[in-house]
């Protein structure tokens, strides 16, 4: 069981900053929703999964100028509902934190409704520290980063922004995988254009080009931090 998550994790990983490709990942998540059989924690894991794999495509949607189909972010919500459910029944902190986040994921990625949102969003905060010492520094990185999002274009607060953006990519460096730095750098390297560091801003966003590219990134994920690159060089210059 715990080999078919961690596998279904690495195809996510693959298929949400690679390929787009999420057919594996949908199949294993499944396989381990199958093998969980009435353990509520393994159901959870899978399930959260399945949510994750689900928020990804459309995010990749997203990512090619598709408007995302209602249908699907309906389908959404329902299996981040269900995976908040079954968390909240084991009481485990860290898996209650993410099954908040992912409900505010679709608010805030899909409804554009902050405040609709933030109450998840804070709800996962709180319990942020459970998630990192549960060995889920990616859960949490993506906590304290949506937070940092929430500080950098709603209640607008640069500083604290960064200070968020900074301790999500240093989680992401703590993982160590390179597909999972780009994106915090270009989210850094914008909440440092936004507090008025636009040399950080563009040293930041050019690792995260040369980074994005080598390690074979979506086409969508290179586009994004060059663009972002390309605001951050026009701000330096005046």
């Given at each position: 069981m715990t080999d078919v998550l961690a596998q279904a994790a690495q195809a996510l990983a693959e298929a949400a900053f690679r390929t787009g490709d999420f057919t594996t990942a949908e199949r294993l998540y499944g396989e381990a929703l199958t093998a969980a059989g009435h353990d509520t924690s393994a159901q959870a894991q899978a399930v959260g999964g399945q949510g994750m794999t689900q928020h990804y495509r459309n995010i990749t949607c997203l990512m090619a100028g598709r408007a995302v189909a209602e249908a699907d972010i309906l389908a959404e919500e329902a299996v981040m509902r269900r995976s908040l459910e079954l968390w909240q029944q084991t009481a485990d902190a860290a898996g209650t934190a993410m099954g908040m986040f992912g409900v505010g994921l679709v608010f805030q990625?899909?409804?554009?409704?902050?405040?609709?949102?933030?109450?998840?969003?804070?709800?996962a905060l709180g319990l942020a520290e459970a998630v990192e010492e549960s060995g889920d520094l990616h859960g949490c990185s993506e906590i304290h980063r949506h937070i940092g999002f929430y500080y950098l274009v709603e209640d607008i607060r640069p500083r604290?922004?960064?200070?968020?953006?900074?301790?999500?990519?240093?989680?992401?460096?703590?993982?160590g995988d390179e597909r999972l730095i780009p994106s915090g750098l270009v989210a850094l390297g914008e909440a440092e254009l936004d507090a008025g560091n636009p040399q950080r801003a563009v040293d930041l966003l050019r690792r995260a080009v040369t980074v994005a590219r080598q390690a074979q990134l979506h086409p969508g994920r290179i586009k994004d931090a060059e663009d972002t690159l390309r605001e951050a060089e026009a701000a330096l210059a005046g």
């Open positions: 990625v899909l409804r554009r409704d902050w405040a609709a949102a933030m109450p998840y969003f804070w709800q604290e922004a960064v200070r968020r953006l900074a301790y999500s990519l240093a989680l992401r460096e703590r993982i």
